[in-house]
């Protein structure tokens, strides 16, 4: 099993930066067989929708909206996974969510609320 908690979400005006952080702990065999990381946000009456992942390689991917200003990247273990976001807009609110999956199970943290003012 794997466990996942979500931090640094808050309060923000837009052009502001916030960084989000997963600490991932648990089962050491899974942890080391991830395979993709990733960040995902749901705002209200919407889907979970993806904003940016970490491949095994250290690839990333990102949403559409975010890129040029949002960064993943993680520790060498897995352990921590980081969300830089830069020049934040109030689109951008949304309950930010940590994803991991290992050796075919997905887990999720309980997610961090992000709120941009105009």
């Not at 993709?36 to 940016?52: E, F, I, N, S």
């Not at 689109?91 to 999720?108: I, K, P, Q, S």
Request: charged residues 15%.
């Amino acid at each position: 099993q794997v466990q996942l908690v979500e931090s640094g979400g808050g309060l923000a005006q837009a052009g502001d930066s916030l960084r989000l952080s997963c600490a991932v702990s648990g089962n050491n065999f899974v942890i080391t067989n991830n395979n993709l990381v990733g960040w995902y946000r749901q705002a209200p009456g919407k889907q979970r929708d993806l904003v940016a992942t970490l491949d095994k390689v250290g690839s990333a991917n990102y949403a559409v909206s975010v890129q040029g200003r949002f960064t993943i990247y993680s520790d060498n273990w897995r352990k921590t996974v980081t969300l830089q976001m830069n020049s934040l807009k109030p689109e951008d609110t949304a309950v930010y969510y940590c994803h991991f999956r290992a050796l075919g199970r997905e887990y999720w943290g309980q997610g961090t609320q992000v709120t941009v003012s105009s």
